[in-house]
């Protein structure tokens, strides 16, 4: 058995194991239940795929034998007013060579900076979510993941800090999409030669002085 669909299913838990001795399943989807934690994985060690979208979960943790996920999907998470979604950095290190999409919008997610270890990740998506901080929380994502292709931050607070998107795109090289836009080769030699030509004239205005 490759592919397990349990969507829609008022599945509560994940206990006891659920998947034990299932070595070979490289999909499986618990989409739209009221699962609160990631737990019984741990015989899923060929999983590429997991849908985990519309539950109430509040961290990402439960996957350190899951050494080959390439896609997770943990949007949408009914969570209560207060709480917010957390990453396990055991789960994080485990699936960092691997992952390639982390789609995780809607889900009252605060603090991102573990993701840094996710260093083989392409797209990520936190629209919706609450991310302010872009010294603390974003940059060491875009410092650290050299590969990441397509970022969506829409509508966290961190987006309407002054020169967002001018500081992504020039802190990553990699990003070709940014909140559904594309970035192009033009813009970020614009910003590039804007940055060079700002520190040339700082420089000759200090000699000056």
């Known amino acids: 058995m490759q592919n397990i ?121 936190l629209k919706d979510n609450s991310v302010g901080n872009f010294e603390q929380e974003v940059c060491p994502i875009l410092q650290t993941i050299n590969g990441l292709r397509i970022l969506n931050l829409k509508n966290n607070p961190v987006t309407s800090i002054t020169k967002y998107r001018d500081q992504v795109v020039l802190l990553s090289r990699s990003v070709l999409e940014l909140d559904g836009k594309d970035v192009s080769d033009q813009e970020r030699k614009y910003l590039v030669s804007l940055i060079s030509r700002k520190k040339v004239g700082g420089a000759v205005y200090n000699q000056v002085k």
């Open 5 to 125: 669909y349990l969507q829609e299913n008022q599945i509560y838990t994940m206990v006891n194991d659920p998947f034990a001795g299932l070595h070979k399943l490289a999909q499986l989807s618990l989409y739209d239940n009221r699962i609160d934690m990631m737990e019984g994985l741990r015989d899923l060690v060929n999983l590429k795929k997991l849908y985990l979208e519309k539950n109430m979960i509040s961290k990402l943790q439960g996957l350190e034998n899951c050494r080959k996920l390439e896609e997770l999907y943990l949007g949408n998470q009914d969570l209560p007013i207060g709480c917010h979604f957390e990453f396990d950095e055991y789960s994080l290190a485990a699936i960092s060579g691997s992952l390639r999409n982390l789609d995780i919008p809607n889900s009252r997610v605060l603090q991102i900076k573990a993701l840094y270890y996710l260093e083989g990740l392409e797209q990520l998506n």
